[in-house]
């Protein structure tokens, strides 16, 4: 398999503050990677670089072409959500849906008909009369219909309740994805994506601090609920990090043996949430 | 279609209140105003076929004009379409010039750049989308207007004249060419537009630099400058062209838009001096008036500076970062 993103020493400063700090990854064909960090950490001007958005210092390649100069032809087989809320306020549905197919080589009209029939949209319907959660339905639909390599979605479901949350993934994941298309998310809503995703990259301060596949992270972390007795010879272990729930304490350990962690007591997958919040500890003090 | 009539179609969609009805809608109320106007005056005289004037019927009057008068009748009511076109164009350099001020800041204010982003579509190609919609788009929906006025008022005229016993045929439509007249008009759009690239650049490029209020940026900043200009006159010896400043560079950044606003009134004047009738009004928009402003140097001076300016604000639209 080819890589559909190639980023090599990827450096994008604001002032005093490096967004993205000498950055290196590599995304491949047929994968749903979640870009997770806390705010500031640099998810969005990564993506934007990718995007061919913004300037930056470095080589990134997308689709074997170089953003910032092959922005045009890139947009052909990249589609992007950026944000709830960008899809202008005057713009009807019919007139959205003429205009994408007016100008993109790969949108289907008839697929996208076919997901706007699932919901509650009109043709006449204009953006501005539509609760946040159709104006994402609609995008998805426009985004779906397109039949593009890479996918990038930035916050796609901020500020949707949790139906269209889902919704929005289980579309995502049932009517767009196959081994041909490549999709990154980044969200702060980690417990909705984590059963999608196949690939996880935390950033931090511009810095990607874990890069691995999903079947990776679940052989090297782990969570053990320990009893009181045991919490000393746990903590010897150095664990990633340590909360207390009913009296017990609970380990999170990166790369432990697993047999030996099952001696202090009951082990299982850590959530990614839960990784997220010990693997960034600290971030804002 | 490709890509571009899209592009023109989603601006037309967006400023269909802008392109469409402002313009209509000035063409009604000038219609409205001479309607009342002529229902006013004739109630106010009596109104039987036979309006007499020192004894000489109107109707026997209107029958009798040579052809030569009637010719002269016919211009006289071209020159009149002509100027009663004026609240339209006044209407459309307004539209125009608001459409342009809010052409790349509107998309960055409420962040839908990101959607047209996320399309393949240049950003060469979408700036001059919006150049065309406000060259070309928009200036043709204003002539439509104008036309309907056109027509709206022989038909007001023709309705007063029959009220007097005139023959509204032999005397209106036979003379009165509002075709040809409205032909002229759309011969000088090509004219207006160039005349207007440095308007268009400079609210354009204030559109896609300004983080607020682009409107303030493309006025007070050539206001100031040609305060400062002034000021520097008025206060020092030296001889700066502060007059020059104004007229060259203060308004053709910010009134080029106004359509017509090439006219050298002065040349205009010293042709009229020689001859009679409303005629020559008519020649005012001829040929020679058409090219004339294309000979100079000024309004190509002017439309490469608005090309450059245009140019910047592309590259503005593809690399700022705001969103």
């Known amino acids: 398999m080819s890589a559909v993103v190639q980023a090599r020493n990827l450096s994008k400063r604001f002032g005093a503050t490096a967004a993205l700090d ?25 993506l934007k670089a990718i995007l061919g958005l913004t300037d930056f210092q470095g080589d990134l390649s997308v689709l074997g072409m170089d953003p910032r100069k092959q922005r045009h032809e890139l947009m052909q087989q990249v589609c992007f959500i950026a944000d709830v809320a960008v899809l202008p306020r005057w713009l009807r549905v019919s007139e959205a849906i003429d205009f994408v197919a007016g100008v993109h080589p790969r949108f289907s009209r008839e697929k996208c008909e076919r997901f706007l029939a699932r919901t509650k949209l009109k043709p006449r319907m204009r953006v501005r009369e539509m609760s946040k959660g159709m104006i994402v339905q609609l995008h998805l639909a ?9 996918l990038v979605l930035d916050e796609p479901t901020l500020g949707l309740d949790i139906l ?8 995502l994941l049932n009517d767009y994805f196959d081994e041909q298309k490549t999709i990154v998310i980044t969200t702060h809503q980690v417990e909705e994506v984590e059963h999608i995703l196949t ?31 045991k919490a000393a010879a746990a903590r010897a272990l150095q664990p990633l990090g340590e909360r207390q729930i009913f009296g017990k304490s609970i380990f999170l350990f990166d790369g432990n043996e697993k047999p030996r962690l099952a001696e202090l007591g009951e082990t299982r997958q850590p959530s990614i949430a839960d990784l997220f919040v010990a693997t960034m500890k600290g971030t804002y003090a | 279609m490709n890509t571009f009539a899209w592009l023109l179609k989603r601006e037309y969609w967006e400023h269909r209140g802008g392109f469409l009805w402002a313009p209509l809608i000035a063409a009604g109320v000038v219609l409205l105003v001479f309607t009342i106007a002529a229902f006013t005056g004739m109630s106010n005289i009596n109104l039987n076929g036979n309006a007499l004037i020192n004894g000489v019927r109107l109707g026997d ?7 030569e008068q009637k010719l002269q009748m016919g211009a006289g009511l071209d020159v009149g379409l002509f100027f009663a076109g004026a609240p339209v164009a006044i209407t459309l350099a307004i539209v125009t010039f608001f459409y342009l001020l809010g052409s790349l800041y509107d998309e960055r204010r409420d962040r839908s750049i990101l959607f047209w982003k996320s399309l393949p579509v240049s950003d060469l190609e979408t700036v001059l989308s919006k150049v065309a919609a406000a060259t070309v788009v928009a200036p043709l929906f204003a002539l439509a207007a104008a036309l309907a006025l056109m027509l709206g008022l022989l038909i007001l005229f023709s309705v007063i004249v029959s009220v007097y016993g005139i023959n509204p045929f032999t005397t209106i439509w036979a003379n009165a060419s509002p075709l040809s007249v409205i032909g002229k008009i759309a011969m000088l759009i090509p004219l207006n537009a160039i005349w207007a690239l440095p308007s268009i650049g400079w609210l354009m490029l204030c559109s896609a630099f ?10 007070l900043l050539p206001v100031a400058a040609g305060t400062c200009v002034s ?15 104004w007229q060259h560079i203060v308004a053709r950044l910010l009134f080029s838009v106004l359509p017509g606003s090439w006219m050298d009134f002065d040349a205009l004047e010293r042709r009229m001096d020689h001859v009679d009738g409303p005629q020559v009004l008519v020649n005012a928009i001829d040929m020679n008036t058409i090219l004339g402003p294309l000979s100079g140097p000024n309004i190509w001076i002017g439309a490469a500076a608005g090309v450059g300016m245009i140019a910047l604000a592309i590259w503005l639209r593809r690399w700022r970062d705001d969103s």
């Open chain 2, 231 to 245: 000021i520097f006159d008025a206060v020092t010896h030296l001889r700066v062209p502060n007059d020059w400043f």
């Open chain 1, 199 to 229: 690939d996880l990259m935390f950033i931090r301060d511009g810095k990607i601090i874990l890069d691995a596949s999903m079947d990776a992270i679940a052989d090297r972390f782990t969570e053990v609920m320990v009893n009181p007795d």
């Open chain 1, 164 to 171: 269209y949350r889902k919704e929005f993934y289980q579309s």
């Open chain 2, 61 to 67: 009057l209107a029958s009798t004009l040579t052809p």
């Open chain 2, 210 to 219: 300004a983080k607020r209020v682009p409107f303030l940026w493309a006025t």
């Open chain 1, 22 to 46: 000498d950055v290196s990854f590599t995304i491949e064909a047929g994968r749903i990677v979640g870009l997770i960090g806390p705010n500031g950490a640099g998810k969005t001007t990564a």
């Open chain 1, 142 to 150: 426009l985004v779906m219909a397109i039949d593009a390599r890479l």
